[in-house]
């Protein structure tokens, strides 16, 4: 590590490193700890809260940060959004459209909600009427990436000086809830009405299963790993002109798109070929690029942050997290048809409403891998998260600010 002033910076190379070692933390524990199984949180997310917790405790007796520099955790993301594509069939995404069609307007009413109940604990601290936006959506559905692009025009131009670090520690918080909270969530809804996979997922599961049990060699790698990157370049050579026509988008998204583009398009006009979409070479680049990603996203949170803001916002959290869970239990699982899949999305939905997209997506791994699987749940929660949940994000802000 090298020094700069009052912190260390981690080399890329050693936050992949250090990633690495805390996702088997994180396995070790889950094996050990009944409770986390049963429960189903998330390897990385039991590893990188701890390894959070141990950099706090440096923090405290040393007074020195530690910083990660994150290059190969971002490209990990984009690695894994294009193997959610290429594991996609429009066959598949076509059977759940109501599904989409649901959860869609049932996520434009929640954003309301949720600044709704981020305007009420500003108002119960005495806090600007800005601070219950920064408290609301912008850090909670739009995580950190929002919070950093709003926060500083609310500081600046509606009287609330501490927009950045409230929004900040509120994402913060947020993410640790959606991490813990998402398992738990499905858990109940599965047992309770005693779910399991649809038919037609039924049918494949074996099918499935004596895939995932095939040797991986190394062509059938190399295979996939050639695909993925593939879809990635064409996702970056996609962002670039989206972004210059003003179409504001992750990269993940249009990578995301060209494997889905990729695998429903090759494989008919040269059936022949072989494709390695729902391989177990695919699975495991998948599985990698997830699990290390949020390893290493939660080992680098600064916990110290929250200490300044704790008190308020802690009671904010408690009412932004029973909102959650009480309109995922009431209005979004029985809408959405009080099914298995719907039980998963439910725990992918706990974390877009209070974390990250990859928080979401690993709480339903985590669920699928215990229960069964769920293959339209992939694809449909990570569309609304992409696609639908910032441009509604955007107007809801904009309604509370002008208030």
């Known amino acids: 590590m090298t020094t700069a002033a009052n912190s260390l910076v981690s080399p890329d190379f050693l936050t992949l490193t250090l990633g690495l070692v805390v996702y088997f933390v994180g396995v070790i524990l889950t094996r050990r700890i009944a409770f986390l199984r049963n429960y189903n949180i998330p390897e990385p997310v039991t590893g990188g809260f701890l390894a959070a917790a141990a950099i706090w405790a440096f923090y405290k007796l040393s007074g020195m940060e530690i910083v990660f520099e994150m290059t190969t955790r971002d490209r990990l993301l984009v690695i894994f959004f294009a193997t959610v594509g290429v594991n996609a069939r429009l066959s598949d995404l076509l059977v759940g459209g109501r599904a989409l069609a649901v959860l869609c307007v049932l996520t434009v009413l929640f954003v309301f909600l949720q600044n709704g109940v981020g305007t009420l604990g500003a108002w119960l601290f005495g806090l600007p009427s800005a601070a219950g936006v920064i408290m609301g959506s912008i850090a909670f559905v739009g995580g950190h990436g929002t919070t950093i692009a709003w926060a500083p025009a609310i500081a600046a131009e509606h009287g609330f000086p501490a927009a950045v670090e409230v929004g900040t520690a509120a994402a913060t918080l947020g993410l640790i809830v959606a991490s813990v909270l998402g398992g738990p969530v ?87 070929l072989p494709w390695p979409a729902r391989s177990p070479s695919m699975s495991l680049i998948s599985d990698y690029s997830l699990s290390v990603f949020l390893a290493m996203s939660l080992m680098s949170m600064q916990l110290w942050t929250l200490a300044g803001v704790a008190g308020p916002l802690l009671v904010v959290v408690a009412l932004q997290a029973l909102l959650a869970v009480a309109f995922i239990v009431i209005v979004l699982f029985p809408l959405l048809g009080r099914d298995y899949q719907a039980a998963v999305l439910s725990a992918g939905f706990t974390g877009l409403s209070l974390g990250a997209t990859p928080t979401a997506i690993a709480s339903m791994t985590a669920v699928t891998k215990h229960y069964g699987p769920s293959p339209n749940a992939f694809i449909i929660l990570p569309l609304v998260s992409a696609f639908f949940v910032d441009l509604v994000n955007v107007v809801a802000i904009q309604f509370f600010l002008a208030r």
């Not at 210059?244 to 060209?258: D, H, S, T, W, Y």
């Open 186 to 272: 499905a858990k109940f809804l599965i047992e309770r009405g005693k779910l399991t996979t649809d038919a037609t997922v039924s049918e494949n599961e074996g099918a499935l299963a004596k895939a995932e049990a095939a040797p991986i060699d190394k062509s059938s790698f190399m295979q996939a790993l050639l695909l993925v990157n593939v879809a990635v370049v064409l996702g970056y050579l996609v962002h670039g002109p989206l972004l210059a026509m003003g179409v504001k988008l992750p990269l993940f998204v249009p990578c995301l798109i060209m494997g889905i583009v990729l695998s429903n398009t090759i494989p008919f006009i040269f059936p022949r």
